[in-house]
């Protein structure tokens, strides 16, 4: 499983779009830890995973992030 921090930037609209670190197993994402905490939130069912017109960093240490 791999982390992925979102650095998005630029979203292209008027509020702001907080940017998460998601937990990523091949095209799946698994789960998701909210900007700001280090809770893991694991989904029930994983989702596709769209990193079109996104940007991310992959985080090996996770209690860092």
Not at 14 to 20: A, F, G, I, L, Q
Not at 27 to 48: D, H, L, N, R, S
Request: aromatic share 14%.
């Amino acid at each position: 499983m791999r982390y992925l921090k979102e650095v998005t930037k630029d979203w292209d609209c008027e509020y702001r779009v907080p940017n998460h670190t998601y937990m990523v197993s091949g095209f799946k994402a698994v789960g998701y830890i909210k900007e700001g905490t280090t809770e893991e939130i694991m989904f029930k069912k994983p989702i596709m995973f769209d990193q079109r017109r996104r940007k991310f960093e992959e985080i090996k240490n996770v209690k860092s992030a």
